[in-house]
């Protein structure tokens, strides 16, 4: 069964901080994704990457950076923290070769900003 | 039904009553996903249809597709307290059908009471 990890799972902030949320999935899937959730909005994509060093856009990414070091991790980096940043973070992964292209989540981080 | 900025939707329903939830798409998919989401944890997916196919089986789960109409339905036959979770559709539809993307519905949370 696919194992998406988030860390950490809570997360205050300042206006102006830095912020890394981190994620991890240990099969091998090749796409990784970063989404959003607000409450009327459901899930909103950020940035997706295919492999390693591989980065693409998402539909809400102003504000947000991510990096995808290596197959198994992906991170969202948040620096300069701002309110409208406050949010419920998950993390996926899928399987390009599945043609379900079902997508495993992660827990979520719940990001506070102040 | 669930859709692009519509708030999210809200059903109570009493355990053993049977509910459906609607879901409608803008343009051509190949591939509706219906995800479960219990309070506190990630999006699992439940059942998916593909274009080709007008029903899917699951369970007590039946998943409608009606590509003429580009609408799908998520029906839960004798609902029981533990369905108690947000359901969200997602598609591939905004991407051309490149299916390593999905845009998701912002949700509809079913209650279920004893």
């Known amino acids: 069964e696919a194992a998406v990890t988030q860390s950490p799972r809570n997360k205050v902030t300042v206006t102006g901080g830095n912020v890394t949320l981190s994620c991890r999935q240990t099969?091998?899937?090749?796409?990784m994704y970063w989404y959003r959730q607000d409450t009327g909005h459901g899930l909103r994509l950020i940035h997706y990457s295919y492999g390693a060093g591989n980065l693409q856009i998402g539909d809400v990414p102003d504000g947000y950076k991510a990096t995808r070091t290596t197959q198994e991790d992906f991170f969202l980096l948040l620096e300069l923290a701002s309110p409208s940043q406050t949010s419920l973070y998950f993390c996926?992964?899928?399987?390009?070769?599945?043609?379900?292209?079902?997508?495993?989540f992660g827990p979520g981080t719940r990001l506070t900003v102040l | 039904s669930q859709w692009g900025e519509e708030n999210l939707q809200a059903l109570s329903i009493q355990e053993g009553e049977d509910v459906t939830m609607n879901c409608s798409y803008k343009?051509?998919?190949?591939?509706v996903h219906w995800y479960r989401q219990d309070s506190g944890r990630g999006p699992a997916l439940i059942i998916l249809i593909r274009s080709n196919e007008r029903e899917k089986r699951s369970g007590r789960l039946r998943a409608t597709l009606d590509t003429s109409s580009q609408s799908s339905s998520l029906s839960i036959t004798a609902a029981q307290c533990e369905d108690t979770a947000v359901y969200f559709c997602?598609?591939?539809?905004?991407?051309?059908?490149?299916?390593?993307?999905?845009?998701f519905g912002t949700g509809t949370l079913l209650s279920v009471k004893p």
């Open positions: 997602a598609t591939d539809a905004m991407y051309g059908g490149s299916g390593n993307k999905l845009i």
């Open positions: 343009t051509y998919t190949t591939v």
């Open positions: 099969n091998s899937h090749n796409y």
């Open positions: 996926a992964s899928s399987d390009a070769r599945e043609s379900s292209y079902e997508q495993y």
